[in-house]
């Protein structure tokens, strides 16, 4: 008896014996190279993510720092050199980058002002990706 076939309503039609038909041979092996660059993209994001968030962390951990920093700084009146102190122990508890030089420090009369400039790298072996942070802090008293 002839073989049968499925047809595209679900209805078999009859294949005469030794005759095989060919279903989109064309298009073979399209769908394995789009998901393997997908899966190349997907794996890539996440290497990315991987190297850069933590640093992204530190930066924000070392921000709300000196926020805490700039509130105490301004009911205590602490000086400028001790603010300064206090930054750069922050910046060392946040694996953070950052030197005397990179921090403006403004006190008057219980406004506190704190700018840092600093950058990091993140190594991503195939590129050397600078990230430059700016965190500003400012508490102006009420008083």
């Known amino acids: 008896m002839f073989g049968s076939i499925l047809g ?10 030794g005759r095989i038909r060919k279903v989109r041979a064309g298009q073979r092996g399209a769908g394995r190279l789009k998901a393997i660059i997908w899966t190349l993209i997907l794996i890539s994001g996440v290497y990315v993510a991987f190297k850069v968030v933590p640093l992204l ?9 000196l926020q805490d920093i700039a509130r105490f700084a301004s009911v205590n009146r602490d000086p400028n ?12 508890k946040d694996d953070v980058p950052v030197e ?4 403006k420090v403004d006190g008057k009369g219980g406004n506190i002002k704190i700018n840092v400039d600093y950058s990091v790298t993140a190594d991503l072996s195939v590129y050397q990706w600078t990230l430059n942070f700016h ?3 400012s508490n102006d008293s009420l008083l």
């Open 8 to 17: 595209p309503h679900g209805n078999s039609a009859p294949t005469p014996p």
């Open 57 to 65: 962390m530190n930066e924000y951990e070392f921000q709300d720092g």
């Open 81 to 92: 050199e001790k603010i300064l102190a206090a930054i750069l122990k922050e910046a060392e």
């Open 100 to 103: 005397a030089q990179d921090v």
């Open 135 to 137: 965190p500003k802090v």
